[in-house]
């Protein structure tokens, strides 16, 4: 099982990315799927998360409001639409799938 996660890169503050993120090997239809983040420095720290069948999603308190989670399970893959974005967002972005993990993608917010 593959998770490829893309979309990362460098924006201002204020501006908007979207991450995207596409397993391989394995159906993701009956997984909750979430974005977590590691900032230098910090422990990893959950994101966002949606249920399998999109009928319920979480954020982090410090996300919420500029950031949607969404999947396709169709297309086999979880998105997180991150807009607004601060300094502080700066992390690598990692999506999530039970046990399973995908490499990563960076975003960097400058001020």
């Known amino acids: 099982v593959q998770l490829q996660a893309s979309g990362g890169g460098s924006v201002q503050a204020g501006g908007s990315l979207r991450l995207s993120c596409e397993a391989s090997?394995?159906?993701?239809?009956?997984?909750?799927l979430g974005w977590f983040r590691q900032a230098p420095g910090k422990e990893r720290e959950l994101v966002a998360a949606?249920?399998?069948?999109?009928?319920?999603?979480h954020y982090a308190d410090s996300v919420r409001g500029r950031f949607i989670v969404s999947r396709d399970n169709a297309k086999n893959s979880v998105y997180l639409q991150m807009s607004s974005l601060k300094p502080e967002d700066t992390a690598v972005y990692y999506c999530n799938m039970g046990t399973m993990w995908g490499r990563g993608t960076q975003v960097t917010v400058s001020s």
């Open positions: 949606i249920s399998w069948n999109s009928d319920a999603a």
């Open positions: 090997g394995r159906s993701v239809n009956t997984y909750r």
